[in-house]
């Protein structure tokens, strides 16, 4: 429950997030980030578009009857068979929603809906009456609000908060708004909304102008009571407002916000990294609160004054968003029940087998790395359980490389339980592997893009390996990480292999996955 003080936090990582291209999640994922929502304190999950696809609605599904704190909302369109559907997804949570959206600007409704704003209006008091037949926790979206005729918005939110909304989404679906405009049009549909009193108001912003969390804010200090986010701002086109950077505006500037939100800021950085490990998509060096340079000082002035006192030129404290550097926990002399009870404080509920398969990696690990910190081990679940049930793993490699040698890369998979292995050359130690893994998988994606940086610090630290693979149209990105680069880039390569495998069946077809 929330206070009249305290901003609602919305997050959208499993629905809108995951319309980032390429970053679809299987259910297991789905539900391990969505643990980690819930701890970190969110208020209300958006855990999908149940009416997209059979995975979709399993995933919410799961997520519904697993969560124990989060409202858990699902996405539908405005019509009959979304809504019951939504609703079979998620009637078994502890606190279900249901969000319904249809777009009102004159754009969209003339040429995407190809409706009349009589005929929008209607149908939007028809969906949210469907869906408050089934629970008292009804959002409706106005897509494309920020670009609609603002006596029109308001017009739909009042019918739409008699027919039982209780909560009313302001969107800025294309990150189209300017924060004063956008403020404005806040103020302007709190004032002229007869019984707005009666739902809370959110806002959900796209950061195409990169204006998504600056609308937010404005939002927030105009009487927005929601706000919608996603983890390191993934998202639709160019994303959506970040959480972080909402919640650590909140939290390091009261003088100006007096809201306060439930999120754990300390879960903060887990939560990111989890995020980007899960799907793939990278946090970038300069990213606000959880780039990887967000707390470095490289000028030496600033090195100075941050050694003299690290406020001069940190305005928050890196612990703050749970940024440790003495993360070390566990080394090879550890057993079983430590590792287990540290997993456990991170968040995971194993079975003995899963944790004997983690264990045996995590003791390999060990073997070649001095500190096992969160990020490894995290980056073991991932691997070893969460992906468990994939069409391709790896089960040997070995490349000969050098200066003076054409390299050549053996490679043993496991394809659907059946063991292939063979052997080829190529310009490099990378490029032999791919080639030998592309000839036996018998696929044939194309390498978009391979960025290879370190999980963590040292010269024993975790190579983590990202591709982007596109195979017949379909993009999807691909992770590894192992001490040992080219094993890395072995395993991100045959990730994107099985992330692709698992879209061809799951199939969302979007223009931006082109
Ligand atoms: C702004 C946002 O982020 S909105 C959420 C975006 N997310 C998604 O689209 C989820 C993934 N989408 C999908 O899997 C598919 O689009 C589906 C399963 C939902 C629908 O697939 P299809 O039935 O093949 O329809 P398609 O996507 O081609 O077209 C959308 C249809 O929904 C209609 N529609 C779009 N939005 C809405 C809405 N909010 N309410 C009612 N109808 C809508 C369109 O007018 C179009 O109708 P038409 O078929 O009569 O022309
Ligand atoms: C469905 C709505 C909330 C949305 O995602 C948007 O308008 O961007």
């Known amino acids: 429950m929330t206070t009249d003080n305290q901003i609602i936090i919305f997050d959208t990582t499993l629905r809108d997030g995951e319309q980032s291209p390429g970053a679809s999640m299987n259910q297991p994922e789905k539900l391990r980030i969505a643990t980690q929502l819930e701890k970190l304190g969110v208020n209300v999950i958006e855990a999908g578009f149940p009416a997209a696809s059979e995975g979709d609605f399993e995933a919410v599904k799961a997520i519904a009857e697993t969560l124990k704190t989060a409202q858990i909302a699902a996405l539908c369109r405005a019509n009959k068979d979304d809504i019951n559907r939504g609703w079979q997804a998620v009637k078994n949570a502890a606190h279900p929603r249901i969000h319904t959206f249809i777009a009102t600007s004159e754009l969209h409704m003339k040429y995407k809906l190809q409706m009349t704003p009589e005929q929008v209006l209607e149908q939007a008091v028809e969906s949210v009456k469907l869906a408050a037949s089934y629970t008292d926790n009804v959002e409706f979206s106005a897509e494309d609000g920020s670009r609609s005729d603002p006596a029109f918005l308001c017009k739909v939110f009042e019918a739409v908060i008699d027919a039982g909304a209780t909560t009313i989404n302001l969107p800025d679906t294309v990150g189209y708004a300017i924060p004063e405009e956008y403020s404005e049009l806040i103020k302007h ?121 690290p406020m001069t030129y940190e305005i928050m404290k890196p ?79 070995n490349v000969v490389s050098g200066n003076t040698v054409f390299p050549t890369a053996s490679v043993k998979l496991n394809i659907n339980g059946r063991p292939v292995q063979g052997a080829t050359a190529g310009s490099g130690p990378i490029d032999a592997v791919y080639n030998i893994i592309s000839k036996l998988t018998g696929t044939t994606s194309e390498l978009l893009r391979f960025t290879i940086s370190a999980l963590t610090e040292g010269t024993d630290a975790q190579g983590e390996v990202t591709v982007r693979l596109q195979e017949d149209g379909i993009v999807a990105l691909g992770k590894g990480t192992d001490p040992d680069i080219i094993t890395a880039s072995a395993l991100a390569y045959i990730n994107g292999l099985n992330r692709l495998e698992y879209l061809k069946s799951h199939p969302i077809v979007k223009p931006d996955n082109l």
């Open 319 to 397: 612990e703050t968003i749970g940024l440790s550097k003495n993360s070390l926990v566990l080394g090879k002399h550890s057993g079983r029940h430590a590792l287990n009870s540290h997993i456990q404080e991170m968040g995971y509920n194993l079975s003995k087998e899963e944790l004997n398969k983690v264990f045996e990696k995590f003791k390999h690990l060990a073997d070649k790395k001095k500190s096992i910190q969160d990020e490894d081990i995290e980056a073991l679940i991932n691997e070893g359980v969460l992906r468990s049930s994939e069409v391709f793993t790896l089960e040997y490699i």
């Open 189 to 309: 549909v709190m004032q002229n909304t007869p019984n707005m009193d009666k739902a809370v108001l959110s806002v959900h912003c796209h950061n195409d102008l990169g204006l998504a969390t600056a609308n937010t804010l404005a939002a927030i200090k105009a009487g927005a009571r929601q706000v919608e986010v996603t983890i390191n701002g993934i998202g639709e086109r160019a994303g959506n407002t970040s959480l972080e950077e909402v919640v650590m505006s909140l939290h390091t500037r009261p003088n100006f916000f007096p809201q306060t939100t439930s999120i754990d800021t300390t879960k903060i950085y887990p939560t990111s990294r989890l995020v980007s490990m899960i799907t793939g998509i990278l946090v970038q060096p300069n990213r606000a609160i959880v780039g990887a340079n967000a707390f470095a000082h490289e000028a030496g002035i600033h090195q100075d004054g941050v050694l003299k006192n």
